[in-house]
T-cell receptor
């Protein structure tokens, strides 16, 4: 089973609709992140959370919101989807405990198309 | 502000040839640098970290603080190395951005037979 699970894997939605992307993890990590991937732009940080009570905006948070329902769950919402939010969205987790920082564990991604 | 630049969007080599994927960074401190790889239809995965000075799948990367670079190298490329490669930076321990990665734009490597 995957350590970091994203649902749905693919989604097509209409302009103006509200949509939620979900991420859950079994790694026990405190930190969770949402990134979007666009060709030529790489990965851009949308929101991140260092623990359940901590939510922070990333580089491109406009038009998005998040909810950290539990240590293991971090959801990304598009309140009113627009076509330029068509992208591949990745959730990631990380941990600073133990011997220090070891980088991210990524989910498989959600491909979102807004028509 | 921290920034990572990968100047090549696409890189093509032939099997057995050396390959170097360039990465330059901007950070006012001692960063931690990483390379991530994304094979076709697979999730992004950590390839190597500069702090561990390891070689994974024949790839190595040396942090050059003078040139603010962290280029990824492999002496003999294989077809299975074809993938998207991302360079990433985390601020130094103790800083507010420690553990939060900034990614470059990515380089698509194609190794031809």
């Amino acid at each position: 089973d995957a350590d970091v699970t994203q649902t749905p894997r693919n989604r097509i939605t209409k302009t103006g609709k509200r949509i939620m992307l979900e991420c859950s993890q079994t790694k026990g990590h405190d930190r969770m992140y949402w990134y979007r991937q666009d060709p030529g732009l790489g990965l851009q940080l949308i929101y991140y959370s260092f623990d359940v009570k901590d939510i922070n905006k990333g580089e491109i948070s406009d038009g998005y919101s998040v909810s950290r329902q539990a240590q293991a769950k971090f959801s990304l919402s598009l309140e009113s989807a627009i076509p330029n939010q068509t992208a591949l969205y990745f959730c990631a987790t990380s941990d600073l405990r133990g011997k220090g920082y070891h980088g991210y564990t990524f989910g498989s991604g959600t491909r979102l198309t807004v028509v | 502000a921290q920034r990572v630049t990968q100047p090549e969007k696409l890189l093509s080599v032939f099997k057995g040839a050396p390959v170097e994927l360039k990465c330059n960074y901007s950070y006012s401190g001692s960063p931690e640098l990483f390379w991530y790889v994304q094979y076709s239809r697979q999730r992004l995965q950590l390839l190597l970290r500069h702090i561990s000075r390891e070689s994974i799948k024949g790839f190595t990367a040396d942090l050059n603080k003078g040139e603010t670079s962290f280029h990824l190298k492999k002496p003999f490329a294989q077809e299975e190395d074809s993938a998207m490669y991302y360079c990433a930076l985390s601020g130094n321990a103790g800083g507010t951005s420690y553990g939060k990665l900034t990614f470059g734009q990515g380089t698509i490597l194609t190794v031809h037979p």
